[in-house]
């Protein structure tokens, strides 16, 4: 073996010994140590498992066991054991939900980077397993941070709508959460006795995380928690206004839906989709082409008219537009028909049933949905003819388009063309 | 003697298996698509962190410490909060996306360029601003130190 100072072999380090990453040495940084690393992993452990039942709270608003059209995973199995009926009360249920789920998830950026930084050294252990059950927690280990880095970069990409990964976002980020939550759960129950033992102890144990050389310092433990920190509020700050309106969106400096409303006047707030996006022909909507057609009870058919539809009975209901990308508008003011007085006009007159709904929409995955009895019974919810004491604007689904209260963002659909009512 | 088998704890060693296999059951599901792009995203996350990323800044923070020396700080929090900013809204920032996003939310994508820019002129800005505010503040100690310590001029 080599000792001595060796010419020309790694001599930023002067010490004469050739210092690789599976060296202790080579990790220099008096940060590391197991109170660095426990203090962020217990962060991570509240706020990954928040986002995780916020994540599933969200599969389950899209209804995705009511009907095929709605349920982008299929195949899901158990995976889908706590599915329920998604309530409409409060209103603000699924705004609060993904608002916390998007905004927490990048405001945990810093910690899990960090997290990640302070046992790189792990990485480089030799030997690589002492034993078998060191193996198998190694190949785990694969899985939590190949999956807290899947889950964070496909979220992170879907905000921005920038569709690079291979396939479609709603499975992969669903069957990928289950993935990395596995490898989560059984690291946390493994690591969770030792990540506490290290907070209550007054005087750090030399670990294999605390460098045995440490360089000078540049920064207090705490200091560099409060960097950690100081990042996330950073991202926070600039992200959380999106779900708001007024100035506190203007603070969402970087945030996809942050900054300026895409116009004024009563329907200058966030659009999903816009007409021209969603392929709407524009021949298509005027008053004498358009007939929103609903089917009921034993086939019965009505054809209606914007004319005929403004001499039913109009109703008003105050909800925001929520999106599975995290971002929300406050309440707007919608007018329009009560979906349950749609059903009572094709045979439904005491008992809504489930509804399906078929946009005129060309392109788009939810341009057809499915909404539960609930939702159609629901007083407030309508077919939405005007917004904010006007007619709905193409971009926000003239003629016509569904709101239901609580409910994501892509089951209100616009441009309505035909309302299926029935059991699904 | 033949090296043996070592199994470790046994209760960790059922927990992971466990854990295993529901992440199996997951994966079969998630891996049903594109099961090469999707490993690929997977591993290489992981791979791209550790051995690209993770490296990448701390080079960069070594060459820093020994430029700036003592002052290190006040140039490594805006500096890393500044591309913290940009590695989460690269695509918004660098448009790569903007076709996308201005016919899908009829908002202007022009603006993030501009606004990071501007967060990072403030956060730098503010970074030199709290630098002088100290310094100004130990250079004065030290002189009213040194006043206090000076013999008296009249006698």
């Known amino acids: 073996m080599v000792r001595g100072p060796v010419s020309g072999v790694v001599p930023a380090y002067g010490r004469g010994m050739a210092r690789t990453p599976f060296s202790p040495a080579f990790w220099r940084s008096p940060l590391r140590g197991p109170w660095f690393t426990s203090v962020l992993g217990i962060v991570l452990l509240g706020g990954i498992t928040l986002l995780f039942v916020t994540g599933l709270l969200s599969y389950a608003a899209y209804n995705p066991d009511l009907a095929p059209v709605n349920d982008k995973t299929p195949d899901k199995g158990i995976l889908g054991f706590y599915l329920f009926a998604w309530p409409t009360d409060p209103h603000w249920l699924y705004r609060l939900n993904q608002g916390v789920h998007v905004t927490l998830g990048i405001t945990l950026i810093p910690v899990l980077l960090a997290k990640l930084w302070s046992v790189v050294p792990k990485l480089f252990t030799l030997p690589p397993a002492r034993s078998l059950t060191h193996a198998l927690e190694r190949i785990s280990l694969l899985l939590l941070v190949g999956g807290a880095l899947f889950e964070f970069v496909t979220g992170v990409l879907n905000v921005q709508l920038d569709y690079l990964f291979p396939g479609s976002f709603y499975p992969l980020h669903f069957y990928g959460a289950w993935v990395f939550f596995t490898a989560f759960v059984a690291h946390a129950v493994l690591k969770l006795p030792l990540a506490l ?6 005087r750090e144990e030399k670990t294999e995380l605390v460098s045995p050389d440490p360089a000078e310092p540049t920064v207090s433990r705490r200091g560099a928690l409060g960097f950690v920190g100081g990042g996330s509020l950073l991202l926070f700050l600039t992200t959380a206004g999106q779900s708001f309106d007024g100035v506190l969106r203007r603070t969402a400096l970087l945030a996809p839906h942050g900054g ?54 109009l109703h008003s209901a105050a909800l925001p537009i929520a999106c599975v990308e995290g971002w929300a508008t406050s309440d707007q003011w919608w007018r329009g028909v009560r979906l349950r007085d749609l059903a009572a006009l094709v045979g439904y007159e005491d008992d809504p049933p489930d509804v399906f709904v078929e946009s005129l929409q060309r392109r788009g995955s939810f341009r057809r949905a499915a909404l539960r009895a609930n939702q159609v019974a629901d007083p407030r919810s309508l077919l939405a003819l005007f917004v904010n004491g006007e007619d709905l604007t193409p971009d926000h689904g003239h003629p016509a388009r569904i709101i239901v209260p609580a409910a994501p963002g892509v089951l209100n659909t616009k441009w309505v063309a035909r309302l299926t009512f029935g059991d699904l | 003697m033949r090296p043996r088998l070592v199994l470790g704890s046994p209760l960790q060693l059922l927990l992971l298996v466990c854990s295993f296999a529901l992440a199996g059951y997951a994966g079969v599901r998630l891996l049903a698509g594109d099961w090469f792009g999707v490993v690929l995203w997977f591993v290489g996350a992981a791979v791209v962190h550790d051995l690209v990323l993770l490296p990448l800044y701390a080079a960069a923070d070594r060459a820093l410490v020994r430029t700036a020396g003592r002052h290190v700080l006040y140039v490594r929090v805006p500096a890393a909060f500044s591309l913290l900013l940009l590695l989460v809204w690269f695509p918004l920032i660098s448009g790569q996306v903007a076709d996308r996003y201005a016919s899908a939310t009829g908002l202007s994508p022009d603006g993030f360029l501009s606004r990071w820019l501007l967060v ?25 130190r040194a006043t206090k310590e000076r013999p008296p001029a009249v006698h």
């Open chain 1, 197 to 202: 033992r290290n907070l209550r102890q007054l």
């Open chain 1, 260 to 313: 300026a409303e895409p116009g004024s006047g009563p329907a200058g707030f966030q659009i999903n989709k816009t007409a021209a996006y969603a392929g709407i022909d524009p021949a298509e909507t005027g008053e004498e082409a358009w007939r929103l057609v609903v089917v009921g009870r034993d086939g019965r058919t009505v054809r209606l008219g914007r004319v005929e539809l403004l001499q039913l009975p």
């Open chain 2, 120 to 144: 990072t002129a403030a956060l730098f800005g503010g970074s030199a601003a709290v630098f002088v505010v100290r310094r100004r503040r130990a250079t004065g100690v030290r002189r009213r």
